[in-house]
């Protein structure tokens, strides 16, 4: 069978993907790659050992990066001369002289960043918050006149890797063979696209920071601890990724850094890390002073020690460190954090009760994450932002948030889940179930279906309400591919043995149908067909006949492709997240506006069966509210979701919803209200006036119990059986055209004749004809 | 599959039914939103020190691991017996009073409890004159959430209430061994059909340490005051038939007043629809008050039976009369 078929293709090209997609690592596969790689993993454990030994008097070390100092450089001296500066008789100090930082820099920094320190020791005071995990906004403008001051400090690969570069690029062909040292560093030092060089003055930042424990509780550093001096208190690593952009989205530069939150001062510090740049293990260095010196360089050490070990390191780490020297400007950023207006005490009973709620009162309102200023300096691109103010929530208030939210929409899955079993149960007969549009059902389906998918993805992404997310994605998958799947194969079934109206007949008829009537009348003239049904001459014999209809035929045929519609449109929304601003607004109007269309199939429906809507009021005006109020939350209130509020969009969606209502109302009192009956052929007449010459129509049995003896009257009353009720039923034949309409018998296309009680009855349950099985008009 | 209760599911218990119902659902939804916090009780820092007394309702709500949950609700399945035995609204009411009962004896058990301990602890010290004594928390600290204290009264009522059916003997020894000799008793394991009962209550009695005996011991201790007539007001009480009703079939109240409401709006009704209805309800109404009279009656004309052993004459001073 095709459709199992096309089912089962859909898992195979899933699996294919999942299998076929690259795991592991690259191996070195040259010996020149070998080399490289041995050389980049001796290198880096290498300077991490020296990072163990260095003190603040003795400057960066042998560090890419960091060979000179601003003033070696802007005085032209090179890194092969490196060492420039003997410390032993001049210990390093913070100054352009031997400091990477140009003086500018460092007294901007040193006039706001970590100044004001508070006695972690004293519980009653105000401090810093401890854990500053969270996602801060701000706004950004470029200092253009500072940076107007300083020199662009170009930063080179070491030699061996950007030989390595090289070989590896010539031999793709990007860069020509016969390009020599002095050219290639050209071009590489003309790349401008580089991420972090801005190209505009002003935007947009966002800064997730994610905070790391305290050493001594984080078990992959803990055995790097031995003496209880290793143990660090005051201060944490934190993983700080910033999001440079401008106010119409449409140039991001997404910078990831590593640095060190002092907590006793408020103070951050962070660094990017490449093949060109060391920062993490220059950071400790540009901490100012010796104290915070020596607190970042055991912390750095120790994480470093912890989590990047030398076997480790992979040739995809090395490519990475190389790719990104040339695509990203280094950073080095100093952030000064407020004071929050709580005590050093109940920070920490804050920090306690989100992490591991005991039901401890603690106060309403909870700190914000605020850096008050900064100063992002970039060596290699020259670029300065200082003076910007962001903030934001920490993460664990924004999780019970984000809790509290979904918890409401589970409510709401419920709700709509009981409204489904009510009308599931309400619409069981045939006649109601070929009213229900199944356009209209899919479109509920689909929207459930993206829902539960969503949910299903985005749970293993944010683990912290893992369970309330499955939850969420189970509910909705059990309404959706159970209980809509079995409604939708339910009406689906119905709908196929149907024949009566379509839509192709109504845009037909209109042209065409006078012609064909016209044609048709006078050679048929007299058949119980065509004087009542003249725009069907031909089709009320029988519809195809369907020879495999059973529920898994036709579940198989809507499962298989929505379900790899469902993936790829979750796919596209998850992926519409990361578009541009306008983009993205577009697409989200666009797309909810058509899934919230879908009460206008089930009116088209109403049109063409001529009936008032099959749904209850109840299930119609619950759906419609029950999907209108996340739209509502998301698009009128401050959301957790970062959504742009806009009101102009409710206002659309609301007055477009609700004249589909209003059209779906009205149709209770005239289903075709806004169309002309001329348009439209008739439905089939159950009721038509029996013609002596139509009786060879009824087989042979009704025609040898006409009795020729009443041939002179105008009427003759012929018994026949009601194949139902085994009764009798009268019929009267009549020789001439009669107004006269006889109610009490009724005539299926096929030419068999019921009871109308009888036929009416069994129409409810199946729309097929007692006698030969033929399909049934509806009535 | 065997019926392992004489009932077959839920016929007749509705209380059985509902309190497994909500449970479960209290249970699921305690674990989905992740505020299993606010059904646990101790008294250092929860109450002494956040004074949130309102714990001492909450805590018998919901339990909050596997396999309390799995041992409670078979507990209840079998005392379903219990509601047949009662009747479900006066098994509601019992249910009510013994978790008041249990909530408020363990909430007092605890704080004086370890108020005593810690007395005995100061007094200890300063009789020999031995300083450092300091504020501690004991075992009767915490407890686990959950009915614990309910099951464990209930159980007391089932063993005394409930009659065994049938008994049955393991043999441990070959019985075809030495067929002249007598059967010693030792070598045989005498069985009731309430044993898997027995076995589940000690599972849930030790499942959770001393953190589940405290409140079973509590239970076990209110469930036989209850059945020797001495906790007051138990035998008499009785929820009021609304609220029972509201509890075994919240929707079809809903349903009742959302037609009422229904009809108010709706103009008119026929007349016979609505006197049947009230009528239903009031003869329902009188019938059970017919029935509480008849078992007060009953209660009274038990108590008036001259046959008393010294222990009963003894206890009857202290019992409460029902009326």
Redesign the interface.
């Known amino acids: 069978m095709p459709s199992v078929d096309r089912q089962s293709l859909v898992f195979f090209i899933i699996m294919f993907i999942f299998l076929t997609l690259p795991n592991g690592q690259d191996q070195p596969h040259s010996y020149q790659e070998r080399q490289t790689l041995t050389m980049f993993q001796k290198s880096i454990t290498e300077n991490q050992k020296a990072l163990a030994n260095r003190e603040y008097e003795q400057g960066y070390g042998n560090l890419t990066g960091f060979l000179l100092s601003y003033d070696d450089m802007k005085s032209g001296k090179k890194e092969e001369d490196w060492p420039l500066h003997n410390y032993k008789e001049t210990p390093w100090i913070e100054d352009e002289k031997y400091s990477l930082l140009p003086n500018v820099i460092s007294d901007k920094v040193k006039s706001f960043w970590g100044n004001d320190k508070v006695d972690l020791n004293n519980e009653n005071e105000l401090g810093y918050l401890f854990n500053i995990s969270g996602r801060l906004e701000g706004k950004f403008k470029k200092n253009n006149e500072r940076s107007k001051q300083i020199e662009k400090f170009p930063l080179k690969l070491p030699k061996y890797l950007r030989d390595y570069f090289e070989s590896i690029n010539s031999g793709d062909g990007i860069i020509d063979d016969g390009n020599n040292d002095g050219s290639n560093d050209r071009k590489v030092d003309e790349i401008i696209n580089k991420v972090g060089n801005l190209t505009f003055d002003e935007g947009k930042i966002v800064v997730s920071i994610k905070s790391m424990d305290y050493n001594y509780k984080n078990p992959e550093i803990l055995k790097h601890i031995k003496t209880p001096e290793d143990k660090v208190d005051d201060a944490v690593i934190v993983e700080l990724k910033m999001n440079l952009m401008d106010e119409s989205e449409t140039s991001k530069n997404e910078i990831s850094t590593y640095g060190v939150y002092f907590q006793d001062s408020g103070s951050l510090i962070s660094i990017t890390n490449s093949g060109k740049f060391a920062g993490h293990l220059g950071a400790p260095s540009l901490t100012m002073n010796e104290r915070n010196f020596g607190v970042s360089k055991k912390i750095i050490s120790q994480y470093l020690n912890g989590t990047s070990l030398e076997e480790q390191i992979s040739m995809d780490d090395m490519n990475n460190f190389i790719v990104q020297s040339f695509e990203q400007c280094e950073f080095i950023n100093y952030f000064q954090l407020e004071k929050t207006e709580f005590s050093i005490k109940e920070l920490k009973e804050i920090d306690e009760e989100l992490v591991n709620?005991?039901?401890?009162?603690i106060s309403k309102n909870k700190p914000k994450i605020k850096i008050n200023e900064m100063l992002l300096y970039s060596p290699d691109c020259g670029i300065v932002i200082e003076d910007s103010k962001v903030e934001g929530e920490k993460s664990e208030i924004v999780t019970i948030r984000f809790?509290h939210v979904f918890?409401g929409f589970?409510v709401i899955i419920v709700l709509q889940l009981y409204l489904f079993l009510d009308q599931i149960e309400k619409s069981k007969t045939p006649g109601q179930l070929s009213n229900i549009s199944s356009l209209t059902l899919y479109i509920l389906q689909y929207q459930d279906a993206l829902i539960a998918l969503t949910f299903l993805i985005v749970s293993t992404i944010f683990e912290k309400?893992y369970?309330?997310l499955v939850?969420i994605a189970i509910v909705t998958y059990i309404m959706c591919g159970i209980f809509e799947m079995g409604f939708l194969t339910q009406v689906i079934k119905t709908q196929m043995n149907e024949r009566g109206t379509s839509w192709w007949e109504i845009l037909r008829s209109s042209t065409a149908r006078n012609n064909e009537n016209s044609e048709s009348s006078p050679n048929e003239d007299g058949t119980p067909a065509t004087t009542d049904n003249p725009a069907t001459p031909a089709t009320p014999t029988q519809p195809t006949p369907i020879i495999d209809n059973d529920d898994a035929n036709v579940w198989n045929g809507i499962f298989a492709p929505g379900f790899a519609i469902t993936i790829i449109s979750t796919f596209l929304i998850l992926n519409s997240s990361m578009w541009r601003k306008s983009y993205r607004k577009t697409f989200e109007m666009v797309g909810l506006t058509l899934l919230n269309s879908y009460w206008i199939p089930q009116f088209f429906r109403n049109t063409l069966k001529n009936r008032k809507t099959p749904f209850d009021l109840k299930f119609v005006l619950g759906t419609t509210i029950l999907r209108l109020i996340p739209i509502y939350y998301v698009n009128l209130f401050p959301t957790p979701f970062n959504h742009e509020r806009n009101q102009n969009f409710v206002i659309f969606i609301t007055v477009y919803v609700f004249l589909q209502l209003s059209l779906l109302y009205l149709q209770n009192f005239n289903p075709r209200f806004w169309i002309n009956d001329k348009w439209l052929p008739k439905a089939y007449n159950y009721h038509p006036i029996i013609n002596l010459n139509d009786l060879e129509h009824y087989g042979s049995d009704l025609l040898s119990s006409v009795n020729i003896e009443s041939d002179d009257m105008d009427e003759t009353v012929i018994k026949t059986d009601c194949a139902i009720c085994m009764n009798d039923i009268n019929l009267p034949i009549f020789k001439n055209k009669t107004k006269k309409v006889p109610k009490d018998y009724m005539v299926t296309p096929c030419f068999h004749i019921f009871h109308s009680e009888c036929l009416e009855d069994w129409m409810k349950y199946k729309l097929q004809c007692p006698i030969c099985r033929n399909g049934l008009p509806p009535m | 599959m065997p019926q392992i209760t004489p009932i077959k599911g839920f016929i007749n218990t509705p209380v059985t039914k509902k309190v497994v119902i909500f449970s479960t659902i209290i249970t699921i939804l305690v674990s989905i939103f992740q505020i299993k916090y606010l059904f646990t009780l101790s008294i250092d820092p929860l109450i002494l020190e956040y004074n949130q007394f309102w714990r001492i309702l909450t805590f018998q709500l919901s339990v909050i691991n596997e396999s309390d949950y799995l041992l409670t609700m078979i507990l209840w399945f079998h005392f379903k017996n219990l509601e047949r035995f009662y009747g479900s609204q006066k098994y509601l009411s019992l249910i009510l009073i013994l978790s008041i009962y249990n909530g408020v004896v363990t909430f007092l058990i605890m704080s004086l409890g370890q108020l005593l301990i810690n007395f005995i602890d100061y007094f200890i010290l300063t009789t020999f004159k031995l300083n450092g004594y300091t504020y501690f928390t004991t075992i009767l600290n915490s407890i686990v959430p959950g009915p614990i204290g309910i099951l464990s009264s209930l159980y007391i009522c089932f063993g005394t209430y409930i009659p065994i059916s049938y008994q049955f003997k393991i043999l441990l020894s070959n019985p075809f061994k030495n067929n002249q000799e007598n059967h010693s008793n030792s070598k045989e394991l005498l069985l009731t059909d309430h044993f898997q009962i027995h076995i589940l209550y000690t599972l849930l009695l030790f499942n959770n340490g001393f953190k589940s005996f405290v409140p079973s011991l509590i239970g076990l201790f209110i469930g036989k005051l209850y059945t020797s007539e001495l906790l007051p007001g138990s035998k008499s009480w009785l929820l009021p038939t609304t609220l029972f009703k509201i509890f075994i079939n919240p929707f079809k109240i809903l349903n009742n007043i959302i037609n009422l409401i229904r009809r108010r709006f709706n103009g008119y009704q026929s007349i016979n629809q609505i006197i049947d209805d009230e009528d239903q309800n009031e003869e329902s109404n009188e019938r059970e008050e017919i029935v509480d009279d008849m078992r007060n009656n009953e209660s009274e004309i038990r108590a008036e039976t001259p046959v008393r052993p010294l222990a009963s004459q003894f206890l009857d001073t202290f019992r409460t009369r029902g009326d």
């Open positions: 709620p005991s039901g401890k009162p809790r918890m589970l309400i369970l309330l939850t």
